[in-house]
Every structure is written in C-alpha cells, then in structure tokens.
C-alpha cells in the first residue's frame, strides 16, 4: 500500500499522526509485507479472531497470548498504531499475529464468511456530535458484515465508555436483530484493558461490554 495514495476511512479522521514519521514509515516498508494479510489469505486459517481498530495494540497482543492456537488479525487503518505492534511483533517474533492495515470493510468480504470465532470493536471513536453520528463504525453496514463472517455460536465484544454511544449501539444491535445480546459491565474472557479502558477507570466512568451470540 503507497503510503500517498491510502484511502480515507470514514469512521477515522486520520490515517497518519506526528508518530508516523520517517524512522517509522521505513520500519512499516520493511516489515509490513511480511505480516499483513489479505481477504483472500483468510482461507489458509481455520481458527480466527479478529480486533477491529486495536489502538496501540494492548488487547490485540493480549488476544494473540491466550489464544496462541489461533490466528489473530488486527484491523487498524492509523498506521502510528500498526507501527507500534509491528515492533512488538518483530521483537518477540510473534508467529500468530497478522494486521489488516486498512478499512476493516475490505476484509469482511465473501472470502471472510463464516471464518472467524471472534470478533473485538473496543472503544470505538463514540463521535459524539450530532452531525458526526454517521462516522461511527457502529451500524447496520459493519454489523452485517460481522455477523456473516462469524462462524455458527461466533461472538462479537463491544466495549464503550461513552453512555450516549452505549445507547446507540443497543439500538443498532436491537434493529438488527439476528444476535444474541447479553449487555454487561464485566471483563469479557481473556481480555486484556486497554489504554482507553484504562483511562475510562480513572475518571470514573463505566464501561458497557455487548457480548453478541450469533
């Protein structure tokens, strides 16, 4: 992917930060070919999990620890994030961890149906101005998309410490219609907190998980 022709993502305002300077654009060329992934890779795998925006990478390489029988994906389009993990990747030489650098909407193709066992959209930009609303990645686009590449009793983990997006996505997956929603303020299975949630707790604010059944 050349870095002057990256795509817009709708629900991120901005693919590069100050972090993503020169040092860091050349680590990205030299390590990026080597483990990213493809919609059409996705069939070489049986056992799959996917984190949707994974931020600076803390639940993702948490998720790539506890569940070292399984692949990993991490869907995050601001590449200073993809940077960071892949430094963490090369360190340890992680071998279950690959990164889908772009908008998650071109991985959640044909080829991803019915492949993975979970899938992570933790504290999602909740853009709380009204006339922003239509950049949040949370809607009857991506919950399609996530139901259809989830296998049979797959699970989708939501996380929000905004109340007023909780209550957006309540409605989005009421609307939709085909999860089983169990709405609840208790640590999923092998999670691991990230930055945000992190934050979140020390200003005192509650964080909603929406575990999904298909």
């Not at 994906?73 to 990747?89: F, H, N, R």
């Not at 939709?176 to 709405?183: D, I, P, Y």
Request: hydrophobic content about 35%; aromatic content about 12%.
């Amino acid at each position: 992917m050349a870095l002057n022709t990256l795509r817009k993502v709708t629900s991120f305002s901005r693919r590069m930060g100050k972090g993503f300077n020169n040092p860091a654009k050349s680590f990205y060329a030299e390590y990026i070919e080597k483990y990213k992934i493809s919609a059409n890779e996705l069939k070489n795998y049986n056992n799959l999990i996917l984190e949707i925006g994974f931020g600076a990478g803390e639940h993702l390489l948490g998720l790539s620890n506890k569940y070292n029988d399984h692949m990993v994906i991490g869907a995050e389009p601001y590449l200073d994030g993809v940077v960071k993990v892949l430094k963490t990747i090369t360190k340890y030489n992680i071998s279950n961890l690959k990164l889908f650098p772009d908008d998650v909407n071109l991985l959640l193709t044909e080829e991803a149906k019915e492949k993975f066992n979970l899938i992570y959209i933790l504290f999602p930009d909740p853009w709380p101005k009204t006339r922003h609303h239509k950049r949040r990645i949370i809607n009857q686009n991506i919950l399609t998309k996530v139901f259809n590449s989830l296998k049979d009793s797959g699970k989708l983990v939501i996380a929000t410490d905004h109340l007023e997006y909780a209550e957006w996505i309540h409605n989005e997956l009421e609307i939709f219609g085909k999860f089983k929603v169990a709405r609840s303020h208790v640590l999923p299975h092998n999670y691991t907190p990230t930055k945000y949630h992190t934050k979140a707790l020390k200003v005192g604010s509650e964080v909603n998980f929406f575990n999904c059944i298909k």
